[in-house]
Structures are given as structure tokens and as C-alpha cells.
């Protein structure tokens, strides 16, 4: 049987990346992230990105070509484990970057992996969705 404080946990956890994401704050990204080699994203349309070196340039990337991003999430499916924990959301991502607004939706997978008591993001995949 899983805690609830792990559920909360992972949940809280999955809320502080967007929110990194949307304040387009890589200090706070890189407290959620597992920092080592193992760690994988694959952001929508992109290559996969291998270990936290890589990760962290890609957002450093994101937000160096972003003046601006609103992501709202909907959850569509949380499953915790005793160390390994997945979300599965639905993303509408509204960013501005050069004066022009793009407005996309994505399903992004999240998996989150408990070390030394504390839950890690190890891994982001986000994809598309094509209408």
C-alpha cells in the first residue's frame, strides 16, 4: 500500500515542474530533477535528451528563446509506487517568444523516482497532439 504523503508528494513534485516551467526558472528546475546520467526528455518533436548536463541546456534553451509561457495541466491518469511514480498529463502550453503566440497541446509523461526520501523527476516525455 502506498503513503499518501508519497502520493501528495509526487503530486506537489509534478506541480513545482510546471511551475518551473512556467516561471521559467532553471534554479527551481534543477531542485526537481535527478542530476545524474540516467535522467531522460524528450521534449515535443525534439531528440532524446540523455542526463542532466543535456536537460538542463535544453530548458536554459527554452527559456533564453521564450519572452513568455502559461502551461495549464490536467491530469489525466497518477500512479505512485513504493520508489517509482508516474504522471500522465494533458498540457496547453500558451508561449510568446518574438512577439508571436503559439498555443499547442501536448500529453506528457513524468516519471518520478524516490531517492534518499525525496522524489526526483528522471524522466519527461512530451508529445504533440495532433488535431
Known amino acids: 500500500m502506498t503513503d499518501l504523503s508519497d502520493k ?3 503530486l506537489a513534485a509534478n506541480v513545482d515542474f510546471y511551475r518551473a516551467f512556467s516561471n521559467q526558472d532553471l534554479s527551481s528546475m534543477s531542485l526537481l530533477w535527478w542530476q545524474g546520467s540516467t535522467s531522460l526528455c524528450i521534449h515535443p518533436g525534439s531528440q532524446v535528451l540523455m542526463g542532466w548536463e543535456a536537460i538542463q541546456a535544453s530548458w ?22 513504493q520508489a517509482l511514480a508516474y504522471v500522465v498529463v494533458r498540457e496547453i502550453v500558451l508561449q510568446s517568444s518574438r512577439g ?5 497541446q501536448s500529453i506528457a509523461t513524468n516519471l518520478f523516482q524516490k531517492m534518499a526520501q525525496k522524489w526526483y523527476l528522471v524522466h519527461h516525455h512530451g508529445s504533440p497532439i495532433m488535431r
Open 100 to 104: 508571436r503566440k503559439l498555443k499547442a
Open 60 to 81: 536554459e534553451s527554452i527559456f533564453r528563446n521564450t519572452d513568455s509561457v502559461e502551461i495549464d495541466i490536467e491530469i489525466i491518469k497518477a500512479e505512485i509506487d
Open 8 to 10: 501528495e508528494a509526487v
